[in-house]
């Protein structure tokens, strides 16, 4: 393809949350993770698209949106929680701009707040028709954005592959999932926590994904060594093409030290009124429980390195942000330049984010975002943004390699998911795995209610596996909710287990867990038979 | 009743009565063993080999590297029923026999786990690149090339700061939004 750009840039943004969805509680704590992340980021990003698409901006994004994201975004409770949640923000923040009718440096954020969450509830509810998802479609529709796969419950698929029984259905159900939601094949597949090990490949291959992503050295340690480095794809020994993340700009983004977010002018993410104002004014945006939280009404600065912060100034953080894309920008143009005179191809610079950061952790992470785009529309010709598919599809011909088991967690393997911390959940984990195996075998033909005990046991087990548990456990925060889910979960395993194996199901319970968790409701147990 | 607070309606498992290891490849240089051991099986050790055996043995995991043939014994406890193992070698095969170590040179074997391979840890030299596109093979060489990216690169000083993570940062930020942790602790810093 003759073209005047030197070489390619493709974000990658991963936005993923875990299954959390409680009917059994009127209000639910951890539910707040999806609604923060509408507000602050799923929100946005389509603002942000729908914005460049208006001003004839030529822009390429990838984005995965997982299978347990996709199913809250489209659930009708947490919907209305949603709108619900809403509701109680635009109440607190009217009471707010009569608390800080006194204090202009505050008083203007109350109204940015109150604003900001009223053309929330209108762009979900009557725009979006409360079904975000749709949305994405819609973008995905003019070839802008290209939606990609991710693996069923987000499980860390390196140490589930001792049985690949456990990776191909997470990996076939994630792929089904993508096809129900967005009517076409998944080309390619966001690994969860970029977990790679060689034996992912087989199921990856049946399942027709043709790309995944890894982290840095799962291609620089590849063997033999890539040519290109990171700059460049190859081609596993399966056929299946592999990209890898950029040492340079996640570094530029993602550093505690001097990366973006951490600059001073940008709104601090833990200042929030929910901890700072008067128990009896805030008790009805907290916790029931007069736990303190974060009510997402944050008025301070990141300010320096002090607890005295200053008043956030939204305006000069968007010019910030600006200044960013611009830094974002040039960086990688001196990186495109230096590398087009050693390749004999265009190099492509893979950058992925959890798209949670850009929104939800950094604020002005969306308007950085947009900045950006336009800018290297507008502003520069030395590099285009493209999407893994585009790049596959003009520079066809790769290096062969076998990539480095890897991950993008802590190190680099699998120690985040994988420590004092949390391996007690494998030993279940792997036996839950091997009994659904048992059970697929042994119940080539189900129907009635053996075979909704079965489905079910499939999706106790799938929600099991999420890697959000482990690295809950690790972090040392919340712990208590990801031990109790993981217990939950495998406990309703075994007992569905030992239910089908004497052949004594408990019909009122086990429909009252299919009601709790829902997820995957067209799941076919027998995926799980032997290989 | 707030969720957290539901009683514990699930008691998990110790074991599941079966003698079995299962070994993982944590990282280069890490493997983790967890197993257990039925009483089934302790007693067929007794009948055949004697009490007197099992009295006079402890514990102990075999380590072998099936690339290089070599291996060493591990003591452990009774109560043990996982293990995270130091090895030398990345990019190698292992596999774990769990069994009694009755002196520094005879150990019996009890259960043996599956294989596993240690990940790399290091750039590799290679000679030889092998293009496709995606059905057909050619053969190549732009290596010479190769060593100006990798110069750009700074690999020595990515080996240092490896695993600087997205997710750690963006999950951080998503759990412990609850708890109110500083933002100094990650960011803010000048």
Not at chain 1, 191 to 196: H, T
Not at chain 2, 54 to 83: E, G, H, R, T
Not at chain 2, 182 to 187: A, G, P, R, T, Y
Request: charge should be negative; glycine fraction near 4%; proline fraction near 4%.
């Amino acid at each position: 393809m003759i073209t005047l750009h030197k070489g390619h840039v493709a974000i990658v943004l991963h936005a993923h949350l875990p299954f959390v969805r409680h009917p059994e509680h009127k209000d639910f704590l951890e539910e707040r993770w999806l609604f923060e992340a509408i507000s602050e980021t799923y929100l946005p990003l389509i603002q942000c698209f729908e914005s460049l698409l208006d001003e004839g901006i030529d822009f390429r994004v990838t984005m995965s949106l997982t299978p347990p994201l996709l199913t809250m975004l489209t659930d009708t409770l947490l919907q209305n929680r949603y709108i619900d949640h809403l509701l109680k923000l635009i109440d607190l923040t009217e009471k707010e701009i009569h608390r800080t009718k006194n204090q202009p440096e505050f008083n203007h954020l109350a109204k940015m707040y109150h604003n900001k969450f009223k053309s929330d509830l209108i762009m979900f509810k009557d725009k979006c028709k409360c079904d975000i998802v749709n949305a994405f479609k819609k973008i995905q529709s003019t070839g802008k954005l290209e939606i990609i796969a991710c693996a069923a419950t987000h499980g860390y698929l390196p140490i589930l592959s001792n049985s690949p029984e456990a990776v191909n259905a997470q990996i076939t159900i994630g792929v089904d999932t993508y096809k129900k939601f967005f009517g076409v094949s998944p080309k390619g597949m966001w690994l969860p926590e970029c977990g790679y090990t060689p034996m992912v490949e087989s199921s990856l291959k049946r399942n027709g994904i043709e790309f995944f992503i890894t982290e840095s050295h799962g291609l620089l340690f590849a063997n033999p060594k890539p040519v290109y480095g990171t700059f460049a794809p190859i081609v596993t020994t399966n056929g299946i093409v592999a990209f890898a993340r950029d040492i340079e700009s996640s570094k530029q983004v993602w550093s505690s030290h001097d990366g973006y977010p951490a600059d001073k002018c940008y709104r601090d993410f833990y200042r929030d009124i929910g901890y700072d104002l008067d128990y009896e004014y805030i008790k009805d945006h907290i916790s029931p429980d007069g736990h303190r939280i974060q009510t997402g009404i944050k008025y301070y600065s990141i300010t320096g390195k002090t607890n005295d912060k200053a008043p956030y100034n939204p305006e000069a953080a968007k010019e910030k942000a600006v200044l960013h894309a611009e830094d974002f920008i040039r960086n990688r143009e001196k990186q495109i330049l230096y590398l087009s005179k050693y390749m004999d191809r265009p190099p492509i610079v893979v950058c992925p984010y959890d798209a949670e950061l850009l929104g939800h952790w950094w604020y002005e992470g969306p308007h950085w975002l947009y900045s950006m785009f336009k800018k290297i529309h507008t502003e520069q010709n030395t590099f285009s943004l493209i999407t893994l598919k585009e790049y596959m599809d003009n520079n066809p011909i790769m290096q062969v390699a076998v990539p480095c088991a890897s991950s993008w967690g802590y190190n680099g393997y699998n120690e985040v998911w994988l420590n004092g911390s949390n391996d007690w959940i494998y030993r279940h984990l792997h036996k839950g795995a091997e009994r659904m195996t048992e059970l697929a075998n042994e119940n080539k033909i189900a129907e009635g209610i053996k075979k909704e005990a079965l489905n079910q046991a499939a999706r106790e087990l799938l929600l099991a596996q999420s890697s959000d548990w482990a690295f809950i456990m690790k972090t040392g925060t919340m712990v208590q909710y990801a031990v109790k889910r993981t217990t939950d979960h495998i406990g309703r395993f075994l007992k569905l287990y030992h239910d089908i194996k004497e052949n004594n199901i408990d019909e009122e319970w086990l429909m009252d867990m299919k009601n709790k968790d829902n997820i995957f409701p067209e799941i076919d147990y027998r995926i799980y038979k032997t290989m | 009743m707030d969720y957290m607070n539901t009683p514990n309606t699930y008691k998990l498992p110790h074991s599941y009565g079966e003698t079995k290891i299962v070994l993982v490849a944590r990282d280069p240089n890490c493997l983790f063993a967890y197993w257990e051991i039925s009483g089934a099986e302790t007693r067929r050790f007794i009948d055949e080999l004697g009490i007197e055996l099992w009295q006079k043995s402890s514990p102990a995991l075999k380590v072998k590297n099936l690339s290089n043939s070599s291996s060493f014994i591990i003591a452990i406890n009774d109560y043990a029923s996982n293990w995270y193992i130091h090895v030398d070698n990345p990019n190698c095969f292992y596999e774990v026999e769990y069994g009694r170590k009755i002196s520094e040179s005879f150990f019996v074997p009890i259960v043996s786990s599956n294989y596993v391979q240690t990940p790399n840890n290091t750039v590799l030299s290679s000679t030889y690149c092998y293009f496709m596109d995606y059905r057909d093979f050619s053969k190549s060489g732009f290596e010479d090339k190769s060593k100006y990216i990798y110069d750009m690169l700074d690999i020595e000083s990515y080996y240092k700061n490896i695993g600087i993570s997205s997710m750690e940062f963006a999950f951080n930020s998503k759990f412990e939004q609850c708890f109110g942790k500083s933002s100094l602790e990650l960011f803010g810093k000048e």
